[in-house]
């Protein structure tokens, strides 16, 4: 099994972009992440390019987006302090769209790094 070292390597997961990263892999996985945080490692060693769940689940069960955004909508108009929380991996255009969201509905907002 060849292995593979990727040196200078970048992580997105944050948003700090740590880029002094280096990853080792075995032709399939990731075996190594020297240099970055748990959330880091976490990230580049079990993400793949896998599809492992379907678009939305409402409670656990296969839904359409169309019926998840409905029960999001109805969630969060029945909370009494919203919370818009996540957003790693995502896109600034997402982030925009969650800051929007958070304000209309009287919401607070916070992303996981805050772990
Ligand atoms: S998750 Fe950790 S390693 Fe990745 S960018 Fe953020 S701080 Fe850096």
Not at 28 to 48: D, V, Y
Not at 51 to 68: H, K, Q, S
Not at 70 to 94: I, K, R
Request: with cysteine.
């Amino acid at each position: 099994m060849n292995l593979t070292v990727v040196k200078n390597a970048t992580c997105t997961f944050c948003g700090c972009v740590c880029d002094d990263i280096e990853l080792h892999a075995d032709g399939e996985r990731i075996t190594e992440t020297k240099g970055a945080c748990i959330l880091g490692q976490a990230w580049f060693k079990n993400h793949t390019a896998e599809r492992l769940y379907p678009d939305a689940l409402i409670d656990g069960r296969e839904a359409t987006v169309d019926e998840a955004v409905e029960a999001a909508a109805e969630f969060l108009h029945a909370a009494d302090m919203p919370l818009v929380y996540g957003l790693s991996n995502v896109t600034c255009e997402a982030q925009r769209q969650a800051v929007y969201l958070a304000e209309l509905i009287g919401g607070v907002i916070d992303s996981h790094t805050s772990l």
